[in-house]
């Protein structure tokens, strides 16, 4: 329902862009699959829910969002991407300061 109705809206795509989508379906004739997707379900998410977003941090791998359930309201589902997306953004300029802090340290060295 989500992906038919939520996504494709003009705010929640707009934020999407700024993801890398992947699908696990829990739902299936494959018994084997669905074990394991459940599984990697409750790793991440401590959840069965469905549906259930989960965000994950590319370098980390360290789950950083968490919706679980349907929100159908767009500007709730956009507003909560977004807040993840500043957050990431925010993480990666304060990696970056402190690695030109180091840098700067080092150079004091020379």
């Not at 259930?52 to 767009?74: F, H, K, R, T, W």
């Amino acid at each position: 329902m989500m992906e038919e109705k939520i996504f494709p809206l003009a705010a929640v795509a707009a934020e999407l862009d700024f993801f890398v989508e992947a699908r696990l379906h829990t739902d299936g004739a494959d018994a084997e699959k669905v074990a394991k997707y459940k599984a990697m379900q409750l790793e991440m998410a401590n959840s069965y829910a469905n549906p259930i977003y989960v965000v994950v941090d590319p370098q980390s791998g360290d789950v950083v969002g968490l919706q679980q359930g349907a929100e159908m309201d767009p500007t709730k589902f956009a507003s909560w991407l977004q807040s993840l997306r500043h957050a990431a953004v925010a993480n990666r300029v304060a990696a970056a300061n402190d690695s030109l802090k180091a840098l700067e340290a080092i150079q004091d060295e020379f």
